[in-house]
């Protein structure tokens, strides 16, 4: 069975950090591209981040200069740091992991909710 289980989301002040993490099962880690979504409040779901397992990483401009993506493939995980956070940054963050040659092995996370409030 596939589990992509987010952790580290909560309530964090305006300029503050918050490192998401993602803990993966079920699937040969290193066949997958892995990424994080976001969606925020009315919106559509949207690619922050995507990292190979060869480490090539895919960057939404819009968050590139405050977020960055990485993964352990020793121990079958990806990460989010994130800075400078704003209240614009509030959405609900989704791991996902994506097979690299059968795309359509592709596998989401239930999300992790990040606030930004003071």
Same mark, same amino acid.
């Given at each position: 069975?596939?589990?992509?289980?987010?952790?580290? !989301? %909560?309530? /964090?002040?305006?300029?503050? $950090?918050?490192?998401?993490?993602? #803990?993966? +099962?079920?699937?040969?880690?290193?066949?997958?591209?892995?990424?994080?979504?976001?969606?925020?409040?009315?919106?559509?779901?949207?690619?922050?981040?995507?990292?190979?397992? !060869? %480490?090539? /990483?895919?960057?939404?401009? $819009?968050?590139?200069?405050?977020? #960055?993506? +990485?993964?352990?493939?020793?121990?079958?995980?990806?990460?989010?740091?994130?800075?400078?956070?704003?209240?614009?940054?509030?959405?609900?963050?989704?791991?996902?992991?994506?097979?690299?040659?059968?795309?359509?092995?592709?596998?989401?996370?239930?999300?992790?909710?990040?606030?930004?409030?003071?």
């Amino acid at each position: 069975q596939v589990q992509l289980v987010e952790s580290g !989301g %909560g309530l /964090v002040q305006p300029e503050g $950090s918050l490192r998401l993490s993602c #803990a993966t +099962s079920g699937i040969d880690f290193d066949d997958y591209t892995m990424a994080w979504y976001r969606r925020a409040p009315g919106e559509q779901r949207e690619l922050v981040a995507s990292i190979t397992t !060869g %480490g090539i /990483v895919t960057e939404n401009d $819009s968050w590139k200069d405050r977020f #960055a993506i +990485s993964r352990d493939n020793a121990k079958n995980a990806v990460y989010l740091q994130m800075t400078s956070l704003n209240s614009e940054d509030t959405a609900v963050y989704y791991c996902n992991a994506r097979h690299m040659i059968f795309p359509n092995y592709n596998y989401w996370g239930q999300g992790t909710q990040v606030t930004v409030s003071s």
